[in-house]
């Protein structure tokens, strides 16, 4: 079992709705968790970052972490077609974060 | 503020070279980290550094290897450069050696042929 996992995608969403991602890991010990956004071509950018049980909303996203069931998820409301990007999913382990293999969005106007 | 640099941004390297990449934390900002990213993957950890001292190594060879300077800045380098270190080579940078949040920078494109 991977530390990490998200669906690879892709996953395709119409402009204007929203696009829910998904993550799963592995180390209930685990504390942090972090969605990256990663245009292509480009290095990954922290978007939004969560520890604590429940919501956390900031602007068109919100993260949800439910530490029971091991999963966060990243909702982006208003989905537009600058948001089409592979979204990396990150849980911090000893001295590093370990990411998921990201799943690859794309939003259609 | 000046984000994280990184040199060179990209590189071409035939197999058995070596190859030392570059990277300048954000200003305050004291430990480093390098993760390697193949295409299709998500970044895997490589080393952490903080205050000049390794902290952290991920499951790579021992052809790679790191240092950081008194400035914080630091240097990645790989030995005996193989096909499958192809990859973008992202430096991470943190205000402290246990903070959370890491920012990337903008990587270097490494290809060996």
């Known amino acids: 079992q991977k530390e990490v996992e998200q669906n690879s995608g892709p996953l395709s969403v119409p402009e204007g709705a929203i696009a829910s991602l998904n993550c799963t890991y592995s180390d209930r010990g685990s504390q942090s968790f972090f969605w990256y956004r990663q245009y292509s071509g480009k290095s990954p950018e922290l978007i939004m970052f969560?520890?604590?049980?429940g919501d956390k909303e900031d602007g068109r996203f919100t993260a949800q972490l439910n530490k029971a069931s091991q999963y966060v998820s990243l909702l982006i409301r208003d989905s537009q077609p600058s948001d089409s990007a592979t979204y990396l999913c990150?849980?911090?382990?000893?001295?590093?974060?370990?990411f998921g293999q990201g799943t690859r969005l794309t939003i259609n106007p | 503020d000046a984000g994280v640099t990184q040199s060179p941004t990209h590189l071409i390297k035939t197999r058995g070279q070596h190859v030392t990449l570059r990277c300048s934390p954000i200003s305050g900002h004291k430990s480093v980290s390098w993760y390697q990213q193949v295409l299709g993957q998500g970044p895997q950890f490589i080393f952490q550094y903080y205050e000049k001292e390794e902290r952290g190594r991920g499951n790579f060879p021992d052809r790679f290897s790191a240092r950081q300077f008194p400035n914080y800045s630091s240097e990645l380098n790989v030995n005996a450069l193989l096909l499958g270190d192809s990859a973008l080579y992202l430096c991470a940078s943190s205000l402290r050696q246990a903070s959370y949040e890491q920012y990337f920078g903008p990587g270097t494109r490494l290809t060996v042929t």
């Open positions: 969560i520890y604590s049980n």
């Open positions: 990150a849980v911090r382990g000893a001295q590093k974060l370990v």
